[in-house]
């Protein structure tokens, strides 16, 4: 039984960023909450970059972003660039260690969550990115 269930959790190696996703978005916008300050707020994190939740020695990373989100045994892409499915993959880094990396999922918050006594960490969306 566990070793179905591993299998089911196992990701593709292949990951396609479609180059229209990739022009529509230039980052992920993150919500968090840290239960032992009672404090919460919002966090937007570049694409390939990184943000600090304010006050706190959590910094998250982000590389990918996925508006609609969609895996099959091959790779793992968008189907579009409207938000059906979002999905990013992240690090969080506390104090220069990495605690959790991973995917995470707007609609489906228990799926691969980043688990931490104090600070929770959820998916917004994306970020539009500004035309020029």
Do not use: Y
Not at 36 to 53: C, D, M, N, S, Y
Not at 56 to 64: F, G, H
Not at 70 to 96: H, Y
């Amino acid at each position: 039984e566990r070793i179905l269930r591993d299998q089911c959790l196992q990701f593709p190696d292949k990951l396609v960023v479609p180059p229209e996703v990739s022009a529509a978005f230039s980052g992920v916008k993150l919500g968090w909450k840290d239960a032992q300050a009672g404090k919460e707020g919002f966090l937007e994190v570049p694409i390939g970059g990184a943000a600090r939740i304010p006050d706190t020695n959590l910094e998250v990373r982000a590389d990918v972003f996925l508006p609609s989100f969609s895996m099959t045994t091959e790779e793992i892409t968008s189907t579009g660039t409207g938000e059906e499915n979002p999905a990013a993959r992240i690090a969080v880094l506390e104090g220069g260690n990495e605690v959790f990396a991973g995917w995470i999922f707007k609609r489906f918050p228990d799926v691969h969550p980043f688990q931490h006594p104090r600070f929770s960490i959820r998916l917004e969306g994306g970020v539009p990115r500004k035309s020029t």
